[in-house]
């Protein structure tokens, strides 16, 4: 039948060539068989069982990018058991391990300050007109006034775990690899049966980091979201670490970020008034299997 005749079944024969052509279409899209969406993700995720982990860490670090030095500025609200407070922040970050972290209150007034380059450290308190100065080895976590500090978590903080993290000997590691259809889940066994379990989004981007005790239960994990694009390198705007144990929580959201700012030396030197006591960097410090 000539469906552009002027025939009186036309209508009927149109509704029926119609359907016929949405259930084609249905029908191709559920086999793969026409470029869209349905037929990405069936592919994407055979490429990731193809890659094997080595490929999918390299490929997120490779695209995450690199960073030579950054400075992040922005609002960091503390949760605790008791309570909680809001304040601002400014993190800078040079390469190899050097970090400056600024906390200070709303109103401008400075609460810590602290300086990691390589294992050196000094944490200011102007309220207490007083510097601890010490050294901090890789692995070991300061604990000061209840938050734990940290040059990985910090680092990671300020880059992202993809910049921050050493794919090759994560890769080296792994004995767990989930691929699902929204996202990828490595396992990594610690010392002492901790566990790290890392979590990708399908585009490559960290959206965990947690470790578990012998236990399986959560000793710290930190979340990164609402990733930008600054300079060529893919940066979580959004990070919240998370501390069970402790009933702590602390979310880091940037403001702004600055790649490769004008800096010198000095920056990762405090600015000390004068009368200021020094105290040595004394016990509690902890060990991270390998967070």
Not at 27 to 53: K, W
Not at 166 to 194: C, H, K, M, S
Request: proline share 7%; glycine share 8%.
């Amino acid at each position: 039948m000539n469906l552009f005749s002027p025939d009186r079944h036309r209508p009927a024969a149109l509704r029926h060539t119609f359907s016929l052509l949405v259930r084609f279409t249905v029908f191709c899209l559920l086999l793969g068989n026409i470029p869209g969406c349905a037929r990405y993700v069936r592919t994407a995720r055979l490429d990731f069982v193809e890659m094997g982990v080595e490929g999918i860490l390299q490929r997120a670090s490779d695209q995450a990018g690199s960073v030579s030095s950054l400075l992040a500025t922005g609002t960091l609200q503390i949760r605790m058991e008791r309570g909680g407070l809001t304040v601002q922040y400014a993190i800078l970050y040079a390469e190899p391990d050097s970090i400056r972290l600024d906390v200070s209150a709303a109103l401008g007034m400075t609460i810590i300050q602290a300086v990691m380059a390589g294992p050196a450290i000094q944490v200011y308190v102007p309220m207490e007109r007083a510097v601890v100065v010490g050294s901090v080895e890789p692995g070991e976590v300061l604990e000061f006034g209840g938050i734990p500090m940290e040059l990985a978590s910090l680092k990671e903080l300020v880059l992202g775990p993809a910049i921050a993290r050493n794919w090759v000997e994560l890769a080296a590691t792994v004995d767990q690899l989930d691929i699902g259809p929204d996202e990828i889940v490595i396992g990594v066994p610690r010392p002492g049966g901790f566990r790290l379990l890392l979590t990708l989004g399908t585009d490559l981007h960290y959206r965990s980091v947690a470790l578990f005790d012998s236990e399986g239960r959560v000793v710290q994990e930190s979340r990164f979201a609402d990733y930008r694009r600054i300079r060529g390198a893919y940066l979580p705007r959004v990070v919240r670490l998370r501390y069970p144990d402790r009933f702590l929580e602390m979310t880091f959201e940037a403001a702004r970020r600055k790649v490769k700012p004008d800096r010198s030396p000095h920056d990762f030197v405090l600015d000390l008034p004068a009368g200021v006591r020094r105290l040595p960097l004394i016990p509690p410090l902890f060990c991270t299997p390998g967070l």
